[in-house]
């Protein structure tokens, strides 16, 4: 199984220059939690989540209409091709611990976006000696791997006697 066979085409997708406010309409009405970023040259350069903006908009004293989405964007971007096998786009997925993934042509171009979602939903379940392509059993363990929480690191403090 290949990844085109699962992913969602013609995405939703911003500017690194779109306000955040305008991501989260695109976002809304879209009904989507992750836009990829895409360039001016038409390149996948980075991807912007629900989480992002929120995060953005609650530790700055600022409006959404005057923050871009080139200021909070994730710019670590990690991606898919169309043809690539299902299960390398699960290692992808268990690597980064993420839940999107933009689908990019070979000139880095975007195609498509492939979620966790589109995963589990497509799943099958073993039985009576069958193999499935997309075994339920690789996607839940891949989404637990993506879900699995972090403890927050925590900086050691010494109190200094005066």
Request: charged share 25%; hydrophobic share 40%.
């Amino acid at each position: 199984m290949k990844v085109r066979d699962l992913m969602t085409g013609k995405p939703c997708y911003c500017l690194p220059d779109t306000n955040l406010g305008c991501a989260t309409e695109l976002m809304w009405n879209a009904s989507c939690g992750c836009l990829p970023v895409v360039s001016v040259d038409g390149k996948v350069s980075g991807v912007i989540t629900d989480r992002d903006i929120c995060v953005a908009l609650g530790t700055r004293n600022r409006l959404a209409g005057d923050v871009m989405v080139a200021e909070v964007m994730s710019d670590k971007l990690h991606c898919c091709a169309p043809e690539d096998e299902i299960h390398l786009a699960l290692q992808t997925f268990r690597e980064a611990r993420v839940r999107r993934l933009p689908v990019v042509a070979k000139d880095g171009s975007l195609i498509g976006v492939l979620s966790i979602d589109d995963i589990l939903s497509r799943a099958e379940p073993r039985g009576l000696g069958k193999e499935p392509e997309l075994s339920a059993d690789e996607a839940i363990r891949t989404f637990r791997s993506i879900a699995q929480r972090r403890a927050p690191e925590i900086a050691a403090t010494r109190t200094v006697a005066a």
